[in-house]
């Protein structure tokens, strides 16, 4: 167990709908990833937080949004879905101290299928 | 820029032999390299890492690396496949910090009896 909890695990929806996917860092973690699993694009990241801030974006659409609370926990919002958001959503924490901050720990994903 | 490429998609092993994963990374910075493997259904889990330390890295289950700079490689490896190492395999790359990692395409190893 990573300490990394990502809910819900499954997710069916419709095209043109709107879904939340969560998640909870390691205890103390101050750092959130959010990576995109799919098989024509493989492992890609989409965008990190950093205590609550925006720190960094990759490969993420505009109609996908993200934030972190001050509890540390995440959230990624995906809206007007389309069948090609089908994917493994994963979320990763890093630690801050000098042996864990180079360390990404993976929750065990949300599987996302849009019909 | 930063680039990994892991070279085989799959890899066949009979029970007991030895397993070689092979990652070749491209990093402009000294580069942090990671090997993640991903059981079927499940998250990442994290077999090693190479952080500027020795370069020949252990990890969990009997894997190690070995970081060669003049090569740019990092290659897994594994003196004796068991049936249980069956999974897909992840190389990744990142600049060190709180930074995002690149990931290759992945391998996936298979092991027979």
Same mark, same amino acid.
């Given at each position: 167990d990573s300490g990394v909890t990502q809910t819900p695990k499954h997710l069916i929806t419709a095209t043109g709908q709107r879904v939340t996917l969560r998640c909870s860092p390691r205890s103390g973690d101050l750092s959130v990833y959010w990576y995109q699993q799919s098989l024509d694009q493989g492992l890609q990241f989409l965008i990190q937080y950093y205590n609550g801030e925006e720190r960094a974006k990759g490969n993420i659409l505009e109609r996908f949004s993200a934030q972190q609370f001050p509890d540390l926990h995440s959230e990624l919002n995906l809206s007007s879905l389309e069948l090609g958001d089908s994917a493994l959503y994963f979320c990763a924490s890093s630690g801050t101290g000098q042996g864990t901050k180079n360390i990404q720990y993976f929750g065990a994903g949300t599987r996302l299928s849009v019909l | 820029a930063q680039s990994v490429t892991q070279l085989g998609s799959h890899v066949s092993v009979s029970e007991g032999a030895l397993v070689l994963l092979r990652c070749n990374y491209s990093s402009s910075v000294p580069p942090y390299l990671f090997w993640y493997v991903q059981y079927p259904n499940q998250g990442l889990q994290l077999l090693l890492k190479y @952080?500027? &330390? &020795? @370069?020949?890295v252990k990890g969990i289950n009997g894997f190690e690396a070995e970081f060669k700079k003049s090569e740019t490689s990092f290659h897994l490896t594994k003196p004796s496949a068991h049936m249980s190492d069956a999974a897909e395999y992840f190389c990744a790359v990142s600049d060190g910090g709180y930074n995002k990692l690149i990931f290759g395409a992945g391998t996936r190893l298979a092991v027979h009896p």
């Open positions: - | @952080t500027s &330390a &020795a @370069t020949l």
